[in-house]
């Protein structure tokens, strides 16, 4: 049974950077590309990003089978770590009150089995 997890993060971005690519990043390194059909085949997921100066806060949602929870922000995180900003810091966070009904729009949504074309 899949449930529901955030993963945040800060970056620093260069000035005129898209603040996307590392959402996109994250879609990649989950999804395999940022274009696919859904379902997500990994983690069905949602990133927030908020710039705030030359920083980036991202919230990752993402919703998996507990045993898949550490490969998921070890992808993330791999990502984050590839890109062309400096991430500064990452690791697990609570779901805000604000996020649950997104939070439960991911659970709805499905993925497909390991494997599954």
């Known amino acids: ?23 996109g990043a994250i879609t990649v390194a989950l999804c395999g590309s940022w274009e696919h059909e859904p379902p997500c085949p990994l983690a069905a997921h949602h990133t927030a990003a908020e710039p705030d100066g030359s920083l980036l806060r991202l919230r990752i949602l993402f919703a998996t089978a507990p045993d898949r929870v550490d490969e998921v922000r070890g992808r993330i995180d791999a990502a984050l770590c590839a890109g062309p900003w400096q991430l500064i810091e990452s690791g697990c966070a609570r779901i805000a009150p604000e996020e649950r009904p997104h939070a439960r729009r991911l659970l709805r949504s499905g993925t497909r089995p390991p494997g599954a074309p």
């Open 1 to 23: 049974m899949r449930q529901v997890y955030v993963h945040h993060a800060t970056l620093v971005l260069e000035p005129g950077a898209d603040p996307r690519a590392p959402g």
